[in-house]
């Protein structure tokens, strides 16, 4: 296997940064640094200008950040500035209404962090808002990690043979104390962090009902644990679980198994195993197959800051709004995972627990 | 010649770049009495120092050893990364940003508040951050033998990225008036080049991971070992992952560290395991040294 072969965005980003590129940060918390880092070591000194509408933020950063202009109001950024591209990483709540002031100021190539609305009917207006050629891209970047690209492309090709069964789960331990943060957005884990199991689900397997969905409320007033049965588009059941509540996981873990008439496979971000009953060609006619991360990762990304899913995310924006193609987490590429997460809450029988 | 074999800590803080399953189970194993145990082993093997995070069970290890085996405290050098990143992202999902960066101030000296904004130089709250951290480690430690306070990659490579030399520049100037070495630790070691090459400040230390899958080494493995070349004349460079997380065994690394020998100035190695670390310590002395 090439890298190439799963990761073509290689290719495709370093046109863009030989160019002069003008990039715009909305929202400069811990995702909007992380993005612009990325983005000006992938091409040195691209992110011009940011808005944000703490005072505190913009009156220090414009203090150490000297290269970058800051602002306060986003119509006077877009209005003074005209980005090429505009990543936004505001919280959640607001992503819905700067979007649209990005999609009337013709705003064509923006990027947006996970989630990207907070439901669907947000989402399909602003579906229904954009002019052909405007490019939306969603910040769900396991699709992103080399281990989860190879496990869609070994599924695809049916190495396991039909799929007939998939457990899957995505721990945290982000809130193991009590916060209000969520209250007004009145989702919870599901939305924010189950997102990035829910989207994989989809784009993998082809999650497309939901069969039951409990919820519970640890820290937050809204879902901090959830458990769940979902149903590809041919019947297979998925049972999956989500926490931002467990101390025993230090960074986010994304763990999916999934068993086939030929064998099975397990994915996380860490590693991919496959075994199979009889040798398949695209396992190299091997009946096993185990790949940590660092065999993933030999020297690449060409950028290296948090996990290197972040990287190839950016690059992957860049090489696709600069081939004029479509982001594979383009808004339009998301509505059936934010569709199944709206029919989750939908169905959600809540509890209190510890 | 490599002249620092440093104990590292990821182990004992529950952090492996190979699998978070791993991280776990050894952190279950991870009793204060284990690590101690295991720091006595390294020392045993030869390693003449710790490079660890400020994290809060870190502390606790040193105490509890200086209570145990003082004379091994005391004979060990430090390299003490900051700050304990991983803190701060736990509580800005929990705060968000802007309070948690006003929170984290709030808690600093009132001197050190009115200097940062009557300066209007903010690149003074890294200073205070970094100090907060510190502290607790310098009354357990002999000052003498902290060798360097390493800047966390989480902020180094926002400085990179951005060219913040004031943050490096306020952050040696501190450092050297506190006694100690000032460095800084990175995954993307051609970019920091490519900053040093415009005028950049050049830290007294920087670590950074060196082995042969060339996992961590941005923008490339090629490029990170063509700029080890260049950067060996200017810094002390400490090797750090050697195995790329565990992915390659102890021998495929000393081969690979060979090459850099004569370049680096220590390599850094890690296990929960005290007859490992021992055992890895011992083979890293007698290839490295000689």
Same mark, same amino acid.
């Given at each position: ?32 640094i ?7 070591l ?72 996970k ?10 207006? =602003?579906?229904?808002?954009m ?5 939306i ?49 009145a989702?919870?884990? =599901? ?30 007033a ?60 695209? =396992? ?19 950028v ?22 479509e982001?594979?987490?383009? =808004? ?23 | ?8 800590d ?54 509890y050893l ?45 001197v ?22 510190i ?11 902290v ?13 990179i990225?951005?060219?913040l ?37 050049i ?17 490339s ?41 004569d ?16 055992e ?11």
């Amino acid at each position: 296997m090439l890298i190439s072969d799963i990761v073509p965005e290689v290719d495709g980003y370093a046109k863009r940064t030989e160019e002069d590129l003008r990039v715009a940060i909305v929202g400069f918390g811990k995702m909007g640094i992380l993005h612009s880092s990325i983005l000006n070591l992938l091409q040195p000194n691209c992110v011009r200008c940011v808005a944000d509408s703490s005072r505190f933020i913009t009156f220090g950063a414009s203090r150490l950040f000297k290269g970058i202009r800051f602002y306060r109001n986003l119509g006077e950024m877009l209005e003074k500035e005209a980005p090429d591209l505009t990543y936004i990483t505001t919280s959640a709540q607001s992503h819905y209404s700067i979007m649209s002031s990005l999609v009337d100021a013709h705003a064509r190539s923006v990027f947006v962090e996970k989630p990207p609305v907070t439901n669907s009917s947000e989402l399909e207006s =602003l579906v229904g808002k954009m002019s052909n050629g405007d490019t939306i891209m969603v910040g769900l970047q396991k699709r992103f990690a080399l281990p989860f690209r190879h496990a869609k492309m070994l599924v695809t090709n049916k190495v396991i043979g039909d799929v007939q069964q998939v457990l899957a789960y995505e721990r945290s331990g982000d809130i193991t104390v009590p916060t209000k943060r969520f209250n007004s957005l009145a989702r919870g884990v =599901l939305l924010d962090l189950g997102i990035h199991l829910v989207d994989l689900l989809v784009w993998i397997f082809g999650a497309e009902k939901v069969e039951y969905c409990k919820g519970t409320k640890m820290q937050t007033a809204v879902d901090d644990y959830l458990e769940a049965a979902l149903r590809t588009r041919d019947g297979v059941k998925i049972c999956m679980d989500v926490t931002w509540s467990n101390p025993e996981y230090r960074f986010p873990e994304t763990f999916i198994e999934a068993r086939g008439s030929k064998g099975q496979l397990i994915v996380t971000e860490d590693y991919l195993k496959v075994k199979v009953s009889d040798p398949h060609e695209i =396992l190299s006619n091997k009946k096993d197959l185990l790949i940590y991360k660092p065999l993933y990762y030999q020297g690449f990304p060409p950028v290296n800051i948090a996990d290197p899913e972040y990287t190839l995310e950016d690059m992957h924006f860049l090489s696709s709004v600069n081939s004029h193609t479509e982001p594979i987490t383009s =808004l339009r590429n998301v509505v059936k995972s934010m569709g199944l997460i709206d029919e989750m809450y939908a169905k959600m029988d809540m509890s209190i627990g510890q | 010649m490599v002249s620092e074999f440093l104990l590292g800590d990821n182990p004992f803080i529950g952090v492996s770049h190979l699998a978070q399953e791993k991280a776990r189970e050894e952190r279950k194993d991870s009793l204060v009495q284990n690590k101690a145990r295991v720091i006595e082993a390294a020392a045993e093997g030869g390693a003449t120092g710790f490079t660890f995070t400020a994290h809060p069970t870190n502390l606790e290890l040193l105490a509890y050893l200086k209570t145990k085996n003082e004379p091994l405290v005391n004979s060990m050098n430090y390299y003490i990364l900051v700050p304990y990143a991983q803190a701060y992202v736990t509580k800005a999902n929990i705060e968000g940003t802007p309070r948690l960066m006003w929170s984290t101030l709030r808690n600093a000296p009132i001197v050190d508040i009115l200097a940062t904004i009557l300066s209007l130089r903010p690149e003074r709250a890294a200073q205070i951050l970094v100090r907060k951290e510190i502290l607790p480690y310098l009354k357990i430690l002999p000052r003498e033998k902290v060798k360097a306070v390493l800047l966390h990659e989480v902020i180094t490579e926002v400085v990179i990225a951005f060219g913040l030399n004031e943050v490096i520049e306020q952050l040696s100037c501190w450092a050297e008036r506190l006694g100690v070495g000032f460095g800084l630790e990175t995954r993307n070691l051609s970019h920091l080049c490519d900053r040093i090459r415009k005028g950049s400040l050049i830290p007294g230390y920087v670590m950074t991971p060196l082995n042969s899958l060339g996992y961590q080494m941005a923008a490339s493995k090629q490029a990170v070992e063509a700029d080890i070349e260049e950067l060996a004349t200017q810094t002390k460079l400490i090797a750090m992952n050697i195995l790329a997380s565990g992915a390659i065994d102890l021998d495929q690394a000393i081969s690979y560290a060979l090459n850099y020998k004569d370049l680096i100035h220590g390599i850094v190695s890690a296990s929960t395991k005290p007859a490992r670390i021992r055992e890895n310590f011992l083979k890293l002395k007698m290839n490295l040294t000689t």
